[in-house]
């Protein structure tokens, strides 16, 4: 099983500043079509988890250009430009490459 | 409108059984990989059952011999049946659609439902 390791675990930010979340995976998620199987979710209170980036940097149907993806191998980050009121909630990661055996991170709960 | 919605949860003793339901709209069951995914605050997100295209699937070990997934394609609805569910089942149970699939993994689960909710206990 790959092991998915986020950090911080939690993080407080100002309306307009900047946030970064880092993502560890045990093993490469660099498959060799030369793509990283990492996609980040946010889960907002009271919902269900919802797509953001798939492919570590390709942001999903619907999902502001604020939200960028990046890393390659084992070390991902997930950065917002300026946070803003609606991306409070808990960030996660996941692995792609080894299936069935998705497996996520622990979460990063951003507050403003 | 592409969307998921789970049903079946509820309150039931340690070895009793749940069916859970997971009824897709707009899209087919069948053409595409679909997932069921707990929510726990012990465990985190956790992947339980898996149907590929095809029809093939895959159960997590923590599960396997206690849960069988089945579907419906007349109604586009999968099943989750569990049995002899443990203290430690407690969760919310996600459905989930991937956007893509390939040889290489999973591109992302771009459709979650709403969640149904399972609580063992005595």
């Known amino acids: 099983e790959i092991v998915m390791i986020q950090s911080p675990l939690s993080l407080a930010v100002s309306p307009g500043e900047p946030a970064s979340i880092s993502c560890r995976s045990s093993q490469s998620l660099l498959n060799r079509n030369g793509d990283n199987y990492l996609d980040w979710y946010l889960q907002r209170p009271g919902q269900s988890p919802q797509l953001l980036i798939y492919l570590a940097s390709t942001r999903a149907s619907g999902v502001p250009d604020r939200f960028n993806g990046s890393g390659s191998g084992t070390e991902f980050s997930l950065t917002i430009r300026g946070v803003e009121a609606e991306d409070v909630g808990v960030y996660y990661c996941m692995q792609g490459i080894q299936t069935p055996a998705l497996t996520f991170g622990g979460g990063t709960k951003v507050a403003i | 409108e592409v969307q998921l919605v789970e049903s079946g949860g509820g309150l039931v003793q340690p070895g009793e059984s749940l069916r859970l339901s997971c009824a897709a709209s707009?899209?087919?069951?069948?053409?595409?990989?679909m997932i069921w995914v707990r929510q726990s605050p012990r465990k985190g997100l956790e992947w339980v059952s898996v149907l590929y295209r095809g029809g093939r699937r895959d159960y997590a070990d923590s599960l396997k011999g206690r849960i069988a997934l089945f579907r419906d394609t007349s109604n586009d609805t999968l099943y989750l049946q569990m049995n002899s569910l443990r203290v430690e089942d407690t969760a919310v149970y996600y459905c989930?659609?991937?956007?893509?699939?390939?040889?290489?993994?999973?591109?992302?689960?771009?459709?979650w439902g709403q969640g149904t909710t399972v609580i063992v206990s005595s």
């Open positions: 707009g899209f087919a069951v069948d053409d595409t990989f």
């Open positions: 989930a659609k991937a956007r893509q699939i390939s040889f290489f993994g999973v591109e992302g689960l771009d459709v």
